[in-house]
């Protein structure tokens, strides 16, 4: 990402938060997998939105309209040891040629430098609530200043959280931002065909999910921006299934739910596909009810619809395609206004995705559906969920779990599907794991 974007993204932030105040963004912490070994490491979303520093033990500090600079950032210094075990840092100079800083200082003498920094500010933008042991120590800051009071020395009295400005300023994703979305959709719908022609009875499902890994990284995605949901038969109809563990049974359908994270960007596909390849009379008339849900709901993603639009459509379809199968029975309008789809259907349409893949961002304004706006990126994500067993329901649906999902733009005019690489249709399925055979 150009360096330039960070600036102006941290000049919009100073605008909305005003003189007399400073914003302070600590980045994520270093957790410990088992005993001495760490999980690898990812920033801070908001930190990283603002500053694009990817290493760990590091403090943004924004302070508008200050002479000495209004970007300090608190890192890690060089250290040649430390960089022999464990990888080159930036250092302090780092911080200034590379991530455009006014100002950087060691981390460890934050206790004493940003205390002084604080002083004669009114207001801390800060989140407080993420990180208790960080909490505490702002609170002790704090305290210190309150503590010169009799001296002159004015202390904050106000904390307000960074969300509300930072988070509606994410939703809306830049030229560079929706380039990087696009990427990391290519990558996931590679890797989701990868799996469609990889495929075959008897294998794992940890297997198929080691080739999407395989695929992400090749591509230079180099973690999955979720944990990957590889679900055959039974497990398909688990939303959020990801032990996969069992053994891919001939006739099962294969409901995998992955996707890359791309340079801090995340993709979000799920794609739904006969392990024989070839669908069932049954698994396909489910599969064409869900994909027709799936297109309803995109149509509905253009400026000037609200929010929960797209959930509308696929519900009505859905509603209207089980009582016409006989999977629900009644007047499909009774059905939806008293909710009984979510027997079969128990999940929103989609969700917000950016630097994380569930983004951040509000759904409602004042009380009400937030409109679409040109540069929201969602997902379209309707599905239906037939488990065995499931009381009324005719054993020829049983263990069919289905989902199809898609990242989508919003677009001036109406909307851009980043995810569209990957096969959708039962003809395109079908057709490329015949090829693949």
Not at 125 to 151: C, P, T
Not at 267 to 288: H, L, M, N, W
Not at 329 to 358: A, C, F, N, S
Not at 379 to 390: D, F, N, V
Request: glycine fraction near 8%; proline fraction near 5%.
């Amino acid at each position: 990402m150009d360096k330039k974007e960070y600036q102006r993204r941290r000049k919009k932030l100073m605008d909305m938060i005003g003189s007399d105040s400073i914003a302070i963004i600590p980045t994520a912490s270093v957790y410990i997998r088992n005993r001495d070994v760490e999980f690898p490491f990812r920033p801070d979303s908001d930190f990283f939105y603002l500053t694009g520093y990817p290493e760990p033990e590091a403090v943004a500090v924004i302070i508008p309209d200050r002479d000495d600079g209004e970007f300090i950032l608190f890192c890690r210094e060089r250290d040649e040891e430390m960089e022999t075990w464990h990888g080159r840092r930036a250092g302090l100079e780092g911080a200034l040629e590379q991530y455009g800083a006014d100002d950087a200082f060691p981390i460890e003498d934050m206790d004493d430098i940003l205390p002084g920094l604080i002083e004669g500010h009114d207001r801390i933008f800060y989140n407080m609530g993420s990180d208790q042991n960080f909490d505490q120590r702002v609170l002790a800051w704090v305290n210190q200043i309150r503590g010169k009071a009799r001296s002159g020395v004015i202390a904050p009295d106000e904390f307000i959280s960074l969300n509300h400005f930072l988070h509606d300023m994410r939703l809306y994703k830049s030229r560079n931002e929706i380039k990087l979305m696009r990427q990391a959709a290519r990558i996931s719908a590679s890797a989701h065909k990868r799996a469609m022609q990889q495929c075959k009875p008897g294998m794992h499902e940890y297997q198929i999910e080691a080739e999407l890994t395989h695929e992400f990284i090749r591509n230079g995605a180099r973690a999955a921006a979720y944990p990957s949901i590889v679900g055959s038969g039974a497990n398909g109809c688990i939303l959020h299934y990801t032990d996969n563990q069992d053994q891919i049974q001939d006739g099962d359908l294969l409901l995998i739910d992955a996707g890359a994270e791309y340079q801090g960007y995340a993709s979000d596909i799920t794609r739904t596909f006969p392990v024989s390849g070839k669908f069932s009379g049954a698994q396909r008339q489910i599969y064409e009810l869900v994909l027709a849900a799936q297109l309803a709901a995109i149509e509905q993603v253009k400026p000037g619809n609200h929010w929960n639009d797209p959930h509308d459509a696929a519900v009505k379809v859905l509603t209207e395609g089980m009582v016409s199968l006989g999977i629900l029975k009644g007047d499909p309008k009774e059905l939806m206004k008293d909710q009984d789809y979510t027997k079969y259907y128990m999940h929103r349409t989609g969700h917000w995705i950016g630097m994380d893949v569930h983004d951040v961002g509000d759904y409602k304004v004042d009380g009400e559906w937030r409109m679409l706006e040109p540069g929201m990126v969602m997902t379209i994500e309707p599905g239906l969920y037939l488990p065995a067993g499931m009381k009324g329901l005719p054993k020829k649906w049983w263990n069919i779990g289905i989902r199809i999902e898609d990242d989508v733009l919003v677009t001036k005019e109406s909307y851009d599907i980043l995810s569209k690489d990957a096969p959708k249709s039962a003809e395109e399925i079908e057709e490329l794991m015949t090829n693949a055979a």
